[in-house]
C-alpha cells in the first residue's frame, strides 16, 4: 500500500506513521526516502519484524522506532499512550525523545 510512488507524492518534511502491519510499508522505499531526509517515519511495526539489530532503519535520522506488543493489563493501553504522545510531541518538536535508541 505504502510504496515508492505514495512516499514521493507526500509532502516533504511529513511524518509517516505506521503502527498497523509493517508489511503496509515498502521498506526499502521508506529507507531511501528517510536517507534523503526528506521524510520522517514513526514505526511500530516494521517489515522484518523482530527488526534485526543490524537492520539500516535503526540508523535512520529521523525514524523513531517503537516495539510492538499486545497487552491486556488493565492501565497499561491508557499509560502507553500517554508515552507514545509525549514521545511523538518531542519528536515533531524536533527534540530528542527520551525513550531513543541512538546508534553511532
Given at each position: 500500500?505504502?510504496?515508492?510512488?505514495?512516499?514521493?507524492?507526500?509532502?516533504?518534511?511529513?511524518?509517516l506513521?505506521?503502527?498497523?502491519?509493517?508489511?503496509?510499508?515498502?521498506?526499502?522505499?521508506?529507507?531511501?526516502?528517510?536517507?534523503?531526509?526528506?521524510?520522517?517515519?514513526?514505526?511500530?511495526?516494521?517489515?522484518?519484524?523482530?527488526?534485526?539489530?543490524?537492520?539500516?532503519?535503526?540508523?535512520?535520522?529521523?525514524?523513531v522506532?517503537?516495539?510492538?506488543?499486545?497487552?491486556?493489563?488493565?492501565?497499561?493501553?491508557?499509560?502507553?499512550?500517554?508515552?507514545?504522545?509525549?514521545?511523538?510531541?518531542a519528536?515533531?518538536?524536533?527534540?530528542?525523545?527520551?525513550?531513543?535508541?541512538?546508534?553511532?
Amino acid at each position: 500500500m505504502v510504496g515508492p510512488r505514495f512516499l514521493k507524492l507526500m509532502d516533504d518534511n511529513a511524518l509517516l506513521v505506521n503502527a498497523a502491519r509493517g508489511q503496509i510499508v515498502d521498506t526499502d522505499a521508506l529507507l531511501a526516502e528517510l536517507a534523503s531526509g526528506r521524510l520522517r517515519a514513526a514505526l511500530d511495526v516494521t517489515d522484518p519484524e523482530p527488526l534485526p539489530a543490524d537492520h539500516p532503519l535503526w540508523a535512520q535520522r529521523g525514524a523513531v522506532i517503537s516495539p510492538h506488543s499486545a497487552r491486556t493489563v488493565p492501565g497499561t493501553n491508557r499509560l502507553c499512550y500517554e508515552v507514545a504522545a509525549q514521545q511523538i510531541g518531542a519528536f515533531l518538536r524536533g527534540e530528542q525523545p527520551s525513550n531513543a535508541v541512538l546508534h553511532g
